[in-house]
């Protein structure tokens, strides 16, 4: 590599970290309040490799440094689709007793499946082959971000979804305000008529 090359494959090393990996921990931080270990050794080993081609003059010291970019940037797409499938579970669970089907004339609730289905699909296809490791770096790189991409689908979908959610949630309130009333109506009617039996005798 010439000088000239280096400069510039160092200056998109700071691209990458100030375009991509800055923004994704900002986002973690700010869904799971924690800054993923993994990903702090990557930046650290980043700029460790940054500093020893400025005090060397190693131009191997450059490529070390974005190789690790790659690995910190794959690790935001795992950290980021375990925290957005944590969203949905935490979803399903808050609204388990609310008539999702009514959500968007009953459009919702199928899409949040199908695209749930093939975010799960997705990062289950990058684990397995992370496991066998029988593909290259790069050949990895591109199934966690497919994943990430599909899961983050799925965050979108249901940040965009919110007004008819909240629209199944008051309708089932307001079911559930109606049934107590009709409840209580009830009761009250049978204990007037339990009294009006008594005071009949």
Request: charge should be negative; proline fraction near 1%; charged fraction near 30%.
């Amino acid at each position: 590599m010439t000088k000239e090359e280096c400069i510039e494959r160092e200056n998109d090393i700071y691209r990458r970290y100030q375009d991509s990996i800055a923004p994704f921990i900002v986002e973690l931080e700010v869904r799971d309040s924690e800054y993923p270990i993994e990903i702090f050794n990557e930046i650290r080993a980043i700029f460790t490799h940054i500093a020893r081609y400025k005090t060397v003059g190693d131009e191997n010291e450059i490529i070390s440094a974005e190789r690790h970019v790659k690995r910190a940037t794959l690790d935001c797409f795992k950290y980021m689709c375990v925290s957005i499938e944590t969203e949905i579970e935490e979803f399903r669970h808050s609204y388990r007793n609310v008539d999702l089907t009514v959500a968007n004339d009953g459009k919702f609730l199928p899409e949040l499946d199908k695209l749930e289905t093939n975010a799960k699909a997705s990062y289950l296809a990058a684990k397995k082959a992370e496991i066998a490791n029988n593909i290259s770096e790069d050949e990895l790189y591109l199934l966690f971000e497919t994943a990430y991409s599909d899961f983050n689908k799925l965050s979108a979908f249901l940040e965009e979804s919110k007004g008819s959610v909240v629209f199944a949630q008051s309708r089932f309130k307001r079911s559930n305000i109606i049934n107590i009333v009709a409840i209580a109506v009830t009761v009250i009617s049978i204990i007037i008529t339990v009294i009006t039996l008594i005071m009949s005798f």
